[in-house]
């Protein structure tokens, strides 16, 4: 079994993770996980916290030589905005709608909201893409390969090939990601890209943000992951949960997911040929079990609840009507999710890749 712990707050000394289950005889290093920590810290719309962050990592335990030991892995990735926030305390009285900040507030007895915005954030989200790195070096081994782009940031679309060849082609999905990666805001289609950012510089300006769809792929999957025979079994049901454990993720679908919705059954299904189907509308799993075809995940971001113009709230201690919290925040940070997304994906897949496989080393 697969399986890890983050810990760690936003402003504390750093991040850290312990990845248990890691089989032994993976080769992984410390310099391309620290390429992996870049792409989720980068992007057009990001504040001013990603270019304090170096996210140097240190891999503490389960590697030796280069490979992976079969024990826990232990990875840590310090805070430098920690020095600037070493002995202050700075409460949050006015919870920030959206946020976790007031529900997290009551559940854990705080007189104010400081702690659980410090876990809650999503720095913790470094942490979950250095475990993620583990992950895909193990998917590697057997040809898989998780990669992803977006779709749309607010109200603009990106024009991409049709949905079903996104689904389906392997060298569409590959040709896809290799665009995004080329962009600021991890979008194929770099002409949608400087539209984008337009509309994140509006809403800069406005003190507002913006979120947006992405989407994953899991190419090279063979027939098998998962199982039916029990509902936390089901491998889009624990893809569902991974991404949308995401902070700020709203929303999850598969293949043609709500759209299936709207078509008769003669449609909406994938006829069963050999050795490739002519459709992918199911998204690669069928019956919570992988089919051999594309994994194919779509998912919504809602926009960053931290606002520079802020809306309405209370002061948690004096209950009177006042405006809610501001801090330093993102304005958009759809594309550093998708790269979570991706790591999440490859946990959850990895997992299943042992489970059905087995196995100490590989």
């Known amino acids: 079994m697969l399986r890890f712990l983050t810990a760690g707050e936003s402003h504390g000394w750093g991040i850290a993770a312990v990845l248990d289950g890691m089989p032994a005889g993976v080769d992984v290093s410390e310099e391309e996980l620290s390429a992996e920590l870049f792409r989720r810290r980068k992007g057009y719309g990001r504040g001013a916290r990603a270019n304090i962050e170096d996210d140097r990592v240190l891999i503490a335990s389960g590697v030796i030589k280069g490979k992976t030991m079969g024990a826990p892995i232990c990875v840590i990735i310090p805070n430098n905005d920690y020095e600037n926030w070493k002995g202050k305390y700075v409460p949050i009285l006015a919870p920030r709608p959206g946020h976790a900040d007031f529900a997290g507030m009551v559940k854990y007895g705080f007189d104010d909201c400081r702690p659980v915005a410090e876990r809650a954030s999503a720095r913790e989200t470094a942490a979950r893409v250095a475990c993620g790195y583990f992950a895909k070096k193990l998917l590697e081994k057997e040809n898989i390969k998780v990669v992803s782009w977006v779709v749309r940031i607010g109200s603009i679309s990106a024009e991409l090939p049709p949905l079903d060849e996104r689904m389906s082609k392997k060298e569409v999905s590959e040709r896809l990601f290799e665009l995004a990666e080329c962009s600021e805001l991890r979008c194929p289609d770099l002409e949608a890209t400087e539209r984008m950012k337009k509309l994140i510089d509006e809403a800069r300006e406005r003190g507002d943000t913006l979120g947006g769809i992405f989407e994953v792929a899991v190419i090279g999957v063979p027939v098998g992951l998962g199982s039916y025979v029990q509902w936390d079994r089901k491998l889009d049901a624990r893809l569902a949960a991974a991404v949308m454990s995401i902070q700020g993720i709203k929303g999850v679908e598969f293949g043609m997911g709500f759209g299936l919705s709207e078509m008769v059954g003669s449609e909406a299904h ?78 959850v897949m990895a997992d299943a890749l042992l489970e059905m496989r087995g196995g100490d080393r590989w």
């Open 270 to 347: 994938d006829p069963v040929t050999l050795p490739k189907r002519p459709s992918n509308r199911a998204g690669g799993i069928e019956g919570g079990v992988s089919n051999g075809e594309i994994i194919f995940i779509r998912a919504a971001m809602k926009p960053i609840p931290t606002l520079q113009l802020p809306l309405q709230s209370v002061d948690v201690r004096t209950k009177e009507e006042r405006s809610a919290h501001v801090e330093r925040s993102d304005v958009c940070a759809v594309g550093s999710a998708a790269v979570v997304a991706e790591s999440m994906v490859a946990l």
